[in-house]
Structures are given as C-alpha cells and as structure tokens.
C-alpha cells in the first residue's frame, strides 16, 4: 500500500466537501477507499484526521493554505446530496462531524463497515456511543460474506482495544453465525495474521472442534501448520507476553524472549491418525516436516506405507529428519510396540 498517495487522494477529496475542486476527486477517492482492507484503513485512520484537522482553504490571493481553517459548511446538506461524503467525514477531526457522519454513512462495504468499527474505540465518548448504536442496528443485516474480511480484524485488534472494542467483541461473538464465521475466515483467507490470531483463538477449547478442518483444507500453509502442530502433540500453544534476559546489565545488553502459555487438546486416535495421513502427501514441506517430528517422537510400525513416503521424500529437511528416525527406531521394536 501507498500511503502518501492514499492520503493525497483523500486530501483532494477532502477540498471536494468543502467545495473546492473537481467532484471526480472524490470519485476517485471512493474507488480506493473500497479496495482497502480493514488492516489497511485502520493504518490510514491517523494520517487522515491529522490532514482533515485544517481543511484546505481559499487564502488571500487565491493561494491555498492549509494554516487557514475553512469556512463553515453545511454537512447535513453536503451528506444529502451524496451520502459517500459521510464516509470521508468520518474520518474527521471534528468529534462532532465524526459523530453525524457515523450516524449517516452508508454501511454497504468493508471499508465502511472497518471504519465504524474504528470510531467504536473513538477518544469521544458521544462517537463512541453513536458508532456502537449504529453497528448494534447493523449487525443483523449482515451475510456471512460481508462479515469474513472483518473477523481476523476483530480477533486481531478490536479485542485489545481499552474502549469500545470489547464490548464490540462480545457482540460479535454473540451473533449467531460467529462460530461458522471464525471456521469459513480461517478455511477461505490466505494472508494476513493468520497463525498468531488462529493461536490466540486456541487459548479458549471453544474452537477446538474447528482444527480438523483447518489441518486438511486451510488455504493458509500456516493455518494448517498450526492446526496439524496442535493436533499431533495434542497441546495449544500461544505467545502470553515477552519477557527479558539480561546478558550484561552494566552495557544494558538483553535480549526478548517470548513467554508462552499452553493447554492440553483432547484428540481422538482416529483423527490424529487421519490428519497424520493426510499431510505425509501435503504439498508443503513445512507439514511433512510435522509428521516427520511426530514419527519421531512416537515410532510407527516396521512396515509403515508413511515412513516409506516420507524416506523418500525429494526435501532434503524431511529427508534429514527421517534419517534421525531410522537411527533412533529402527531395530528397536519394544521401543516401538509400546
């Protein structure tokens, strides 16, 4: 994403509501606004209200100054005569015209659905009331498609929010598609914060019933990465903070380290050996890998169909780690009875 060229198209737009250019500015700004993804509107929040704070206005002699404030404007008429203004204003600096253009603004794009969300954790409290209202009145209209793009938003950064995010959290968590919701992001989206969210999720056993079907039809090598991980060894794990490890406190040397949290997942013998099946002729190495280290850890009959493949597997990391296993199983048959 170009951001400065993000925030020019908004700057020109932004001189479009107050009357001063050409309306295919705005145009222009709207065909951008709705390719942005939630992730990418959020980034552009700040910058934007700091370029809205002091309009462009017509100064003496015709020069435009962005030191002058501009004059005052009607926005209830400007939002009648095109609603998409709404959705630029929003984005203002004005506590007030943020809080209209949240209670007008059609709802009818990601975008704008991200950009409500934005204003539901807004410093203003009467923003934050109008925000939470409107997408309280919004919610039940919404399909499962319009609300994808927004769940790894939501399990990413509207949990954290100290404001209004919480409560909007809950909200989302409430509604009655919200499980199927989580299932179809993490099975349909390829990119974005995909493992950290999906281990995140795992700290609660609601989701538990959802890692079958991310470790065999995930479109994200990670997500399935997870999924297998926690299905082989039976425990979820996450990252729970960070913490210090001082090497030299006197030259302030010191280096993070991540400090994780785990629980133990109840899996059925069938399913670990289904999805064990299934990612020894995965694509990805990353997954052989898995089952490689899980063969390892706990053997396989002498004749295994398994550890053929994977003996004979053209990537030199699994090739490596079933040597590891032919040493440490082979001609060990208690070992691998029990």
Not at 52 to 73: D, Q
Not at 180 to 194: D, I, N, R, W, Y
Request: aromatic share 10%; net charge positive; hydrophobic share 45%.
């Amino acid at each position: 994403m170009k951001l400065n060229k993000d925030i020019s198209r908004f700057d020109a737009a932004w001189q479009v509501a107050n009357g001063k250019l050409d309306p295919f500015a705005l145009s222009l700004f709207e065909k951008r606004r709705k390719l942005l993804s939630p992730q990418q509107l959020a980034q552009l929040d700040r910058p934007f209200r700091n370029k809205a704070y002091r309009a462009p206005a017509r100064a003496a002699f015709g020069i435009t100054s962005w030191f002058t404030k501009s004059g005052s404007v009607d926005w209830d008429v400007q939002f009648a005569k095109n609603p998409n203004i709404a959705l630029l204003a929003i984005h203002a600096a004005d506590g007030h015209l943020r809080e209209r253009a949240v209670q007008v603004a059609p709802m009818e794009d990601t975008a704008a659905l991200t950009a409500l969300l934005l204003r539901c954790n807004d410093w203003a409290a009467p923003v934050r009331k109008a925000a939470f209202a409107r997408f309280e009145s919004v919610l039940p209209k919404l399909d499962l498609a319009e609300m994808v793009p927004l769940c790894l938003f939501v399990l990413e950064r509207v949990a954290r929010w100290e404001r209004g995010g919480a409560a909007v959290a809950q909200m989302l968590v409430a509604h009655y598609d919200w499980p199927l919701l989580v299932k179809t992001t993490f099975v349909e989206t390829a990119t974005g914060p995909l493992a950290r969210s999906l281990r995140q999720l795992l700290r609660s056993p609601h989701y538990d019933w959802i890692l079958p079907d991310l470790a065999l039809r995930a479109q994200s090598i990670f997500v399935r990465a997870v999924a297998v991980e926690t299905l082989l060894t039976g425990h979820a794990r996450w990252i729970e903070g960070y913490d210090w490890i001082w090497h030299d406190k006197v030259f302030n040397l010191r280096r993070k380290v991540p400090r994780r949290g785990n629980r133990v997942v109840e899996v059925s013998p069938t399913t670990r050996a289904m999805v064990l099946r299934h990612i020894g002729h995965d694509k990805s190495a990353k997954l052989r890998n898995l089952a490689a280290d899980y063969l390892i850890t706990v053997g396989a009959p002498e004749d295994d169909s398994l550890v053929t493949l994977l003996t004979n597997d053209k990537a030199n990391s699994v090739q490596e780690r079933m040597t590891f296993y032919h040493k440490k199983w082979v001609g060990n048959l208690s070992a691998q009875e029990n």
